[in-house]
Nanobody
Framework: QVQLVESGGGLVQTGGSLTLSCAVSGSLFSVYTMGWHRQAPGKQRELVARITSGGSTNYADSVKGRFTISRDNAKNTVYLQMTSLKPEDTAVYYC????????WGQGTQVTVSS
């Protein structure tokens, strides 16, 4: 049914930037809140950023001021712009559509080197 495909992950140095994309198909994209989550080894998955259908956003304190979530409803795509990256940002980043249950993408690895 609904499919989410993340892209844009990779290896960057501390202080660098990276933009992740999540393309959504099989749903009425514009209706739903979208979120970016991340999971580092040995840690629980955490919500990084969220954007509602109306464009309201929320961020985890750890990324506030550095990350920006946005969406392009015409392209059925949600983005996560990451700047001033730190080693502690290293994780697998997952896109999710927030409905009753969450629908997840496959994840994309972001590695920030010291």
């Amino acid at each position: 049914q609904v499919q989410l495909v993340e892209s844009g992950g990779g290896l960057v140095q501390t202080g660098g930037s990276l933009t992740l994309s999540c393309a959504v198909s099989g749903s009425l994209f514009s209706v739903y809140t979208m979120g970016w989550h991340r999971q580092a080894p040995g840690k629980q998955r955490e919500l990084v950023a969220r954007i509602t259908s109306g464009g309201s956003t929320n961020y985890a304190d750890s990324v506030k001021g550095r990350f920006t979530i946005s969406r392009d409803n015409a392209k059925n795509t949600v983005y996560l712009q990451m700047t001033s990256l730190k080693p502690e940002d290293t994780a697998v980043y997952y896109c999710a559509q927030h409905r009753g249950n969450y629908y997840w993408g496959q994840g994309t690895q972001v590695t920030v080197s010291s």
